[in-house]
């Protein structure tokens, strides 16, 4: 493994440790288990942008992201949660990362359920940061051979009638200006729809005019201030969760079906069914 990538497994590892495990064995299993109580809502939205193709005015797509496949989501609550979407009956499925934890274990479990919910469009991915600690091939692999569309800055269309829809996805970047490198890469002033990991593409979004770019990673700061969701953990974030509109362009940033740490105080975990209206 490349050293660079070794060291921040190493740090992850730890930081997983310090947060989650450690507390967790001083509360004698007392964290994960009020954790896991925890349920997971379904938040429908509804989008606009004038420069949606009008034959998929009402795409019904539902936008998972952060599943952080490991500790604090096994594998079984991964395959509720895909139940879960299978049961709203989207028409695509956009997984916006972190997929899993730390380490790619069970992740073509994953990748086949969330296959195997029938779509009219299929499923979409792209990987986040904790995808890139630890064999992101694997994720990538696992997530192509189930038939999932792996968007690593790379493109798509879907047709409905004599229109189309061109999706992009671009894998992990960090910062606003590497976000903006992938993007002027992968899309054009003709994509549709984007799907990055970081919410920091928005500004690279918006100058191509893409009418929605779906994120995840903020996680909404995981603890908010009751009714002020915005005021939230994810302070060095400009965009940490809910809808952004900025002419034709809007963001959603979900916050996420998972953790990286076992706790969420007025940030409940959520499925986001987004309704887009052209
Ligand atoms: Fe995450």
């Known amino acids: 493994m490349h050293k660079a990538r070794l060291r921040k497994l190493k740090r992850a590892k730890f930081r997983h440790k310090l947060f989650t ?82 380490h790619p274990c069970h992740v073509r479990e994953l990748m086949d359920a969330l296959a ?74 003709e994509t549709h729809l984007l799907l990055s990991h970081n919410p920091k593409a928005f500004g690279a979004a918006q100058a191509h005019s893409i009418p929605l770019t779906l994120s995840g990673h903020t996680h909404g700061g995981q603890i908010a201030l009751p009714k002020k969701k915005r005021i939230n953990l994810a302070a060095a974030h400009k965009y940490t969760e809910g809808l952004y509109q900025s002419g034709s362009s809007n963001l959603f940033v979900t916050v996420g079906v998972g953790a990286w740490f076992p706790l969420r105080i007025n940030c409940p975990a959520e499925i986001a069914m987004l309704t887009v209206q052209s």
Request: proline fraction near 4%; charge should be negative.
């Open 21 to 102: 495990t450690g507390p967790n064995k001083l509360t004698r299993g007392k964290l994960f288990k009020k954790h896991f109580d925890q349920s997971i809502q379904v938040n429908e939205f509804s989008i606009h942008s004038p420069k949606w193709p009008e034959s998929f005015n009402g795409l019904r797509i539902a936008h998972v992201s952060d599943f952080h496949l490991g500790d604090l989501m096994p594998l079984e609550r991964a395959l509720d949660i895909v139940a879960l979407i299978e049961k709203q009956e989207p028409d695509l499925i956009a997984c916006t990362g972190d997929i899993v934890d730390l």
């Open 116 to 189: 195997s919910v029938p779509t009219t469009y299929g499923t979409y991915a792209v990987l986040g940061n904790h995808d890139e600690l630890d064999r992101p091939q694997a994720i990538v692999d696992a997530g192509l051979d189930a038939g999932i569309h792996v968007l690593q800055d790379a493109t798509c269309t879907i047709h409905r009638g004599e229109e189309v829809l061109r999706i992009a996805g671009i894998g992990w970047a960090k910062t606003e200006k590497q976000c903006e490198q992938k993007v002027e890469h992968t899309c054009t002033n």
